[in-house]
């Protein structure tokens, strides 16, 4: 065969062969940037929500009234923030970023909960068979927590062709665990979103 001839095949090859090849192009953003991919849930949400639910929170007057009526801090304990909504969403960065938030404002203390709390009592109980009596935690001296806080993510989707809205709605509550009455109420409805397909009329 003339070699003229098997040029163009070379060539498909070493393109082919290339693309296998090649690697995805990464590139640095800074933390803040909003970066906005697929339309779904993102950092950018988890911030934007977690600013406004713990700004809303430590500035209730039920709050503020509760915590100065304590004549201490008061003890919070996490619990579950469900997801509700159509889609994967880490609820509990959701939570971590709260507790975070409130317990750096100097406001409140937290105890551990979950897995944590269990592991917590594992070792405490493996001490005292383990440790020495001078050392060893003592049992059933824990302290016990004031307020749960709790909350849910939900999402309504709205579609027509090739368009589509997001709208998420995020809730979070803190509830007094002696008397089951609600110390606070935050809801988030402001991130929405619409997606265009390629090639769908908007």
Excluded at 51 to 69: E, F, H, I, T
Excluded at 158 to 181: H, M, P, Q, W
Aim: net charge neutral; hydrophobic share 40%; charged share 25%.
């Amino acid at each position: 065969m003339n070699k003229m001839a098997l040029f163009p095949v070379f060539f498909v090859i070493l393109s082919i062969l290339g693309g296998c090849a090649s690697t995805p192009k990464v590139s640095r953003v800074e933390s803040g940037t909003v970066v906005d991919l697929s339309g779904y849930w993102n950092d950018t949400d988890i911030r934007i929500v977690c600013d406004s639910l713990v700004k809303d929170c430590l500035d209730s007057p039920r709050v503020s009234m509760a915590l100065a009526q304590m004549g201490r801090l008061p003890v919070f304990l996490v619990g579950p923030f469900r997801n509700e909504s159509d889609e994967h969403i880490d609820t509990s960065i959701i939570a971590d970023t709260m507790e975070q938030a409130i317990f750096n404002s100097g406001r409140a203390d937290f105890v551990a909960g979950g897995a944590t709390r269990e592991s917590l009592r594992a070792e405490r109980l493996d001490q005292q068979g383990n440790a020495s009596e001078a050392t060893a935690k003592a049992l059933a001296n824990e302290t016990g927590a004031d307020f749960l806080l709790t909350g849910s993510v939900k999402a309504v989707v709205d579609r027509a062709g090739g368009t589509s809205t997001r709208t998420y709605f995020v809730r979070a509550e803190i509830t007094d665990l002696e008397t089951n009455k609600r110390l606070w109420l935050g809801n988030n409805d402001g991130i929405k979103k619409v997606i265009k397909q390629p090639g769908a009329k908007l």
